[in-house]
C-alpha cells in the first residue's frame, strides 16, 4: 500500500540553512500528493539538474548579497540594467583584492546618460555620446567616512540604415565606459584603504 510522503520530515533531514529556503516552496506542497518517494527524488533532482532556481522571496535587485561589502545601483534604481550588473560583477573582483574588513560596506550609485553630437542635413543623429558616472559611498558600521565621484565620457556613430550597428555601437561604448570607470573606481578605492592602513 502507497503511502503519502510526509514533506516535513523530508525538510527536517536537509542541513539547516537549506531548511527555510524549501520550506514553504509551492512546489514542494504541490508535489507532496505524490504516492511515490522514488517519483518525488527524481523529479526534485531533475528540477536541481536543470539549473532550477526556486522563488525564495523577492530580493533587492540593487544589493549583491545579503551581508556583502559592494552595493551596486542605479541612480534610477534599475538594478537590472546592464551597467550596474557588468560593474557589479567587476567591482566584486575589485573588493576581493582590497584589505577592507567586514565593518566597510561600498556603495556605487551609477548614473547613464546619452545625447546627440552631430547631425545630418536631413536632421537625423550621425554621432551621439553616452557619459556614465558613479558616487561612491564608503561606509564603516553606518558611519561614511569615504566619499568622491568620478565620471568618463566616450562617443559612438550611429548608422541610420542599420539598427543593429547601432546597437552594437551602445554596447560598445557601455563597455568601455564600465571599463575606464571601473579602473577608476578601483584605484579610488585602493588610495582609501592605503589611508586607512596608515591610521
Known sequence: MKKD????QWILTLPAEAQDDVAGLPLLQSLKSCANPVKFSIV???LAS???TPMLKK????AVET?????VESANKDGSSYAVQMMRQRLRGVLSGL???ARYKVYVRLNEESGNLAYATDATSTRSMMRLSAQILVNCEGQTVYETRLANVTSYSQNTNDEFVNQSAV???QERLIESLT?????ELQRFTKDQSKN
Open 99 to 101: 584589505n577592507l574588513t
Open 59 to 62: 530580493s533587492d535587485d540593487t
Open 44 to 46: 526534485f533532482l531533475l
Open 5 to 8: 510522503i510526509d514533506i516535513t
Open 183 to 187: 579602473i577608476d573606481i578601483s584605484r
Open 50 to 52: 536543470c539549473s532550477f
Open 171 to 173: 554596447q560598445g561604448a
Open 67 to 71: 551581508g556583502s561589502k559592494l552595493v
